[in-house]
Every structure is written in structure tokens, then in C-alpha cells.
């Protein structure tokens, strides 16, 4: 059966690299990626890629995935104050389904409490290394780190490295 994994991205401003590269490597591997958001409008990244979502937040069923991504970027920040995404990232990783989030996005699972007793890393800002502390998390000063069936990664610069790390955790 094939393997689907979702990303799910801030309604303005996500890191278009940090969706492009990933979702791209899992593609072009078979997976079906799916792309959500708070709306179905486009949404402009912080390069300018339009990306019009595939479904809200609203109207996922985390049981269709085996993975879940959120994706960073400037506008991220808002997803980890998300009850509907927090509940998503905390769903998916209770049904042991591989979760990623780069950038600004581990901020989301930090503060889903998924993190907790593991190792992560992300965008390194004082709210990101915070909410590790406050979630019980080790943050790792490195491009990307896998623990379990969580993997996170520091920003654009890693994108690649990241999608692959996705794409060996879902084989």
C-alpha cells in the first residue's frame, strides 16, 4: 500500500524550501503528500511560492497518514498556539506514525509535549528553546536529529537531508 504522509503549513509565510525539498523526496520515492493549512486559499511562502492547500486542518484524518510534517518558516510560530495541529502532532506520534517538523516548526512539537524525554532541534530562537525546556526535551545543536519516529531539523540548509531522514523513517 502506498504511504501518505501530510504537511501542514502556516497560512502565510511558511519556508518554501522546507516544504519544496521534503514533500519533493517523499514524492518522487511514491509516497502521496498532502499539504494543509488553517485555510484553502493560496498561501505565499517566504519566497514567494504559492501553494494552495489540499485540505484545512479542520477536515484531516490523522488515521489516513503514516506521517505528519509541520513545516517552518516565519509564520510557523502560529501553528504551535494551534489546539487542531497540536492535536494532530499529538495524535499522530500516540499511533506511532513518523513525525517531522523543521525550523520555526519544532516549536509545534515542543509544545505538543511529543518531544518530552527526547532528543530534537530546530530553528535555534530563544521561544524554540524555551518551549524544549518547558516540554521536557533535549535541544541538539545540529542539522537534523532523529529520535524514534520523530525527526526535526534546524532550518532550510537541511531540507534535503531532512526529507531523506522522512523517507528512511517511512520505508
Not at 545543536?141 to 531540507?159: E, F, L, S
Request: net charge negative.
Amino acid at each position: 500500500m502506498v504511504k501518505r504522509v501530510l504537511f501542514i503549513i502556516a497560512p502565510a509565510n511558511f519556508r518554501d524550501e522546507e516544504l519544496e525539498q521534503p514533500k519533493g523526496i517523499l514524492e518522487d520515492a511514491g509516497l502521496i503528500c498532502d499539504v494543509a493549512s488553517t485555510t484553502t486559499d493560496p498561501v505565499k511562502g517566504m519566497l514567494g511560492l504559492l501553494v494552495r492547500p489540499d485540505m484545512t486542518i479542520t477536515h484531516v484524518d490523522i488515521g489516513h497518514y503514516d506521517g505528519l510534517v509541520i513545516v517552518g518558516g516565519s509564520g510557523s510560530p502560529i501553528l504551535s498556539r494551534n489546539d487542531i495541529v497540536l492535536g494532530l502532532v499529538q495524535g499522530a506520534a500516540q499511533a506511532g506514525k513518523v513525525v517531522g517538523s523543521i525550523c520555526f516548526g519544532s516549536l509545534t512539537t515542543a509544545r505538543a509535549g511529543i518531544l518530552k524525554g527526547k532528543k530534537g532541534t530546530g530553528w535555534k530562537h530563544a521561544d524554540t528553546l524555551a518551549a524544549f525546556r518547558e516540554g521536557g526535551a533535549e535541544y541538539v545543536d545540529q542539522g537534523v536529529v532523529v529520535d524514534g519516529n520523530i525527526v526535526t531539523a534546524q532550518g532550510p540548509q537541511v531540507a534535503s537531508e531532512f526529507g531523506r531522514k522522512l523517507l528512511e523513517l517511512l520505508r
